[in-house]
């Protein structure tokens, strides 16, 4: 009668150790399928010799992905701004840099002005609005649209 009870209790605790050992696995690999979705939240900077790798948009800090690599949308000409209107009314639009590199038609902002907030990249922008760089203030401003 004792052996069987001694069973009964090996039988139960060796059961809880390897409950607890698959749910240490379980956990461990939960962790490890978050890990990647984690640091795809960071952009994606646009690079001319080492392109960045991606499959959407939202991927890169210009927001723009291009046969799988993060770059600039078509590069507008000074003329081209010349025929859009500045977002808010302003007088003019001007091609001026982004943080990424690329060049955008909008209105040259006041650092300043609160409606214009500060930025390290255009993924700190709202939709529309791209973050401008050097010589620039590092402000958010919304791309001048079609007359």
């Known amino acids: 009668m004792e052996a ?11 059961g809880a150790a390897d409950r607890r050992r698959l749910l240490a696995g379980l956990l461990g690999a939960a ?3 978050a890990a ?3 640091a795809d939240t960071v952009c994606k900077p646009n690079s001319t010799r080492n392109r960045s790798k991606c499959n959407k948009d939202a991927q890169c800090c210009s927001r723009v992905c ?3 690599t993060c770059g600039c949308a078509a590069h507008p000409t000074s003329l081209t701004c010349a025929t859009l209107r ?7 639009c001007h091609l001026l840099p982004t943080t990424e590199g690329c060049q955008v038609c909008t209105a040259e ?5 609160p409606d214009f907030p500060p930025c390290a990249s255009t993924a700190d ?6 973050c401008l760089g050097d010589p620039y203030c590092h402000v958010c401003v919304r791309i001048c649209a079609s007359a």
């Not at 500045?86 to 003019?92: D, I, R, S, T």
């Not at 902002?109 to 002005?113: G, L």
């Not at 922008?125 to 791209?130: D, E, H, N, R």
């Open 4 to 14: 069987e009870r001694f069973d009964r209790i090996v039988k139960r605790v060796s």
């Open 31 to 33: 962790l490890a399928a």
């Open 36 to 38: 990647p979705a984690a």
């Open 66 to 68: 291009a046969s799988g």
């Open 86 to 92: 500045p977002p808010g009314g302003g007088l003019a």
């Open 109 to 113: 902002p006041s650092c300043e002005n």
């Open 125 to 130: 922008c709202a939709a529309g609005s791209v």
